[in-house]
């Protein structure tokens, strides 16, 4: 949906900001919407980066071919409805990524990796649609040993009933517990609502937000639809109701022990440490990916923005 005229937050006492997206194509069809990090809000909880990758359609001998890049200070994880997605880091960690898997990639103090489409994928074509999140990391934990782990789909916390299913990703969430060790408390779970569904979102944690990658929901007598975030005030459950079939992704947790700079894929509560990344990486001083020849060069671009 499009949303021509702005919500007025008087109508909504339970929302606190609406973050409306818009499409950019990458080429070849390949369209991103980014929710965080925007102008309205920064971060919500420890998360400081969410994009939505697709839905795409790959035709034969095209597909995904994000080269060598690196990241300090967060956790990623790419979490996909529909596709594969091949991972390589310099920890020597070759792992494809499908629908349903959860795999949670540390960067710490640093390490680089690689998202392609794998050869055999490739050749054929198929679709690609997910969700690529950034978790800034508590100050005790920035400089903290990379690591990838990857967890199995069956290996994660299901609920179903009553037209709702819920996929835990990471955290706790609806007396559920993901198995993913996480740095901070949070929660990020996949959520799928049949028409007319509803759901009650608790107010156990202080930071919460709803992102809709498919359908519509209604909260308070008002639809919201694909490309949304809605950032919702503390203190308070959230009742909606799905107006058509929705899949959407809550997520949050506590506030972060302090602001985050960040400069490209680099996070930091340092902008010294940021300095020092960017040095490091033009003077090739990160470890490299095996395998893979290529790399992304560090861009030139204004001071590190400082979050929130």
Excluded at 96 to 117: C, D, F, K, L, Q
Excluded at 130 to 159: N, R, S, Y
């Amino acid at each position: 949906m499009s949303r021509d005229v702005p919500i007025d937050p008087r109508q909504h006492p339970e929302l606190e900001t609406l973050i409306v997206t818009r499409t950019r194509d990458l080429g070849d069809g390949f369209e991103v919407r980014r929710a965080l990090p925007s102008a309205q809000r920064r971060m919500v909880g420890p998360f400081i980066f969410l994009d939505q990758m697709g839905p795409a359609v790959f035709r034969s001998g095209h597909g995904l071919d994000v080269r060598p890049h690196p990241h300090i200070g967060l956790a990623t994880v790419t979490y996909l409805f529909d596709g594969e997605i091949l991972h390589r880091d310099s920890l020597g960690m070759v792992q494809p990524i499908r629908p349903g898997e959860v795999n949670w990639m540390t960067a710490g103090r640093g390490i680089v990796h690689s998202e392609r489409t794998g050869p055999e994928t490739r050749a054929a074509g198929g679709r690609l649609f997910g969700i690529q999140t950034w978790l800034a990391l508590p100050k005790q934990h920035e400089e903290t040993a990379p690591a990838f782990v990857h967890h199995a789909a069956e290996t994660m916390p299901f609920l179903e009933g009553e037209g709702v299913r819920m996929h835990l990703i990471a955290g706790a969430l609806y007396g559920k517990r993901s198995p993913v060790q996480s740095f901070s408390d949070m929660f990020y779970a996949d959520m799928a609502l049949e028409e007319g569904a509803g759901l009650v979102i608790p107010a156990e944690h202080e930071e919460r937000a709803l992102y809709l990658a498919e359908g519509t929901v209604e909260l308070d007598g008002t639809e919201f639809g694909v490309g949304e975030l809605l950032v919702f005030r503390p203190g308070s459950e959230i009742t909606l109701r799905a107006s058509a079939p929705a899949r959407m992704m809550l997520l949050g947790g506590e506030p972060m022990d302090g602001p985050r700079y960040i400069f490209w894929n680099f996070v930091s509560s340092s902008k010294e440490r940021l300095e020092e990344a960017k040095a490091d990486w033009k003077a090739g001083r990160f470890a490299p990916v095996p395998q893979e020849t290529e790399f992304i060069p560090l861009p030139e671009e204004p001071a590190p923005v400082r979050y929130p």
